[in-house]
C-alpha cells in the first residue's frame, strides 16, 4: 500500500488547459472517488496517476516517490476500467494470472495468488470458464481479480460499472466495498454517479472543469456544501434551488421569493437585509403538510412519481420546479395544491453572485 500526493498538477492539450494546478494528498489505505461531470477531468486525472497520460506540469507521488518518469508498470498499480478487456480465447483462471506470467512470476505463485483472489470475489467455481460463458457482473469480477493478484501499491477504478445494469450496479458497489475493507489497498475511483461515490468512498472530490471545489466526507459534502455547484451535484434528488432576498419577517430573518413567500432562516446566519441569495432546500428536507413551527412552501402539483415507500412530488413555487420527497403513502394527484414544510436549519444559502455557501 501507498500514499498518493499530486503537486500543481497541470495538463493541457495544446492551448487547452484541462487540469488547473490542482494538488492533493490522499492517505494509505484511503478510498478516494473523483467526482463530477463529464468533461471535468477526472479521468485525464486518474490516467496521469497511472502513468497512461504525459503531465503537463507538476508531480505525482506514490509511496513518497516521484514517478513522473515511470512507466506504469514501473508505478505498481493496478486499473480496472470501464471495457473488462478480458481475453476470449483464454480462462478465467488464465486471465486473472496473465500479467503474473508475463512478469516471470512462478507457476505455483501465480496459481497461489489466482487461487486467494478468486475466493476473495467468489471466482473459485468459474476458474476454468471463458468470459463469454460469464455475466456481466462476474467479468468485472475477473477484472478486479486480476488487478488483485498483482499485489499493487495503489488501486485506480475508471468507472468500472457504467456497464452493468442498475441491479448489478448495486451489488458490484457492495462488492467492491467488502474487498477495500478485505484488503485495504489505497483506491481512486473515477465515477460520474455521485450515489456510487457517496456509499463506497472514505472522502468524495468535487471536480468541475479541471479544478477541485471541495474534498471531503460524503457526510461532509452533503451537509455542508461549500457553493452550489457542490449541492447541486451531491444528493439525489438533486436540491431545489430558488431565488431570493434577505428580509426581516415576524421579528426575524428571513428569504423572500418572488412570489412573496417567506422562509425562515437560521438567526445565527451572518446575513444583511436586502442581500441576495439563493436557497438550497433538499428534496429529502420538505415535509408534506402545512407547518406553523417552519416556513411552508406551497404550489400547483407538477407531476407524482411514485418510487415505492417514496414518493416524489414536483410543483411549483415562485414560478420554479421544486421536488419534495414524501412518505409512498401520502396523497397527491397531479394538479392539485402541494403543501411542505421547511425548518429554518435545513435551509442552505448561497451568495447569489459568486455561488459560495454564507
Known amino acids: 500500500m501507498a500514499s498518493v500526493e499530486l503537486r500543481d498538477i497541470r495538463k493541457t492539450y495544446g492551448a487547452l488547459e484541462v487540469i488547473h494546478r490542482l494538488s492533493l494528498s490522499i492517505e494509505d489505505g484511503e478510498f478516494i472517488a473523483l467526482v463530477g461531470p463529464s468533461g471535468c477531468g477526472k479521468s485525464t486525472l486518474l490516467r496521469m496517476i497511472a502513468g497512461l497520460e504525459e503531465i503537463t506540469d507538476g508531480e505525482v507521488l506514490i509511496g513518497g516517490a516521484v514517478v513522473n518518469a515511470l512507466t506504469p508498470r514501473e508505478r505498481n498499480i493496478a486499473m480496472v476500467f470501464q471495457s473488462y478487456a478480458l481475453y476470449p480465447h483464454m480462462t478465467v483462471a488464465e486471465n486473472m ?79 467492491i466495498k467488502t474487498l477495500h475493507q478485505k484488503v485495504g489497498t489505497t483506491s481512486v475511483y473515477v465515477t460520474h454517479d455521485q450515489i456510487e461515490a457517496m456509499t463506497l468512498a472514505d472522502r468524495i472530490i468535487v471536480l468541475n472543469g479541471g479544478n477541485i471545489e471541495q474534498i471531503g466526507t460524503p457526510l461532509e459534502l452533503y451537509r455542508k456544501p461549500s457553493n452550489v455547484f457542490v449541492a447541486g451535484f451531491i444528493g439525489s434528488p438533486a436540491m431545489n434551488f430558488l431565488d431570493a432576498a434577505v428580509e426581516a419577517h415576524d421579528g426575524a430573518p428571513a428569504a ?103
Do not use: W
Open 256 to 358: 423572500l421569493l418572488s412570489d412573496g413567500t417567506a422562509i425562515r432562516l437560521d438567526p445565527s446566519r451572518d446575513l444583511t437585509r436586502g442581500q441576495q441569495v439563493r436557497l438550497g432546500i433538499r428534496p429529502e428536507h420538505l415535509l408534506a403538510g402545512p407547518d406553523g413551527a417552519g416556513s411552508t412552501l406551497a404550489g400547483q402539483t407538477l407531476v407524482v412519481e411514485p418510487t415505492g415507500a417514496q414518493t416524489h412530488v414536483v410543483f411549483t413555487v415562485a414560478g420554479e420546479p421544486v421536488t419534495a420527497v414524501v412518505d409512498g403513502a401520502f396523497p397527491v394527484r397531479h394538479g392539485t395544491r402541494f403543501e411542505a414544510a421547511i425548518a429554518a436549519d435545513q435551509v442552505h444559502v448561497f451568495d447569489r453572485g459568486s455561488g459560495l455557501a454564507l
Open 97 to 175: 494470472g496473465f500479467n503474473l506470467r508475463l512478469s516471470g512470476v512462478a507457476k505455483p505463485d501465480i496459481e497461489r495468488r489466482v487461487g486467494e483472489a478468486a475466493r476473495m470475489l467468489a471466482l473459485t467455481e468459474l476458474l476454468d470458464r471463458k468470459p463469454s460463458q460469464l455475466s456481466g457482473g462476474q467479468r468485472q469480477r475477473v477484472a478486479m481479480g486480476r488487478a488483485i493478484v498483482r499485489d499493487p501499491a495503489v488501486f485506480l477504478f475508471d468507472e468500472p460499472l457504467s456497464n452493468l445494469d442498475a441491479k448489478l450496479r448495486v451489488q458490484m458497489r457492495t462488492e
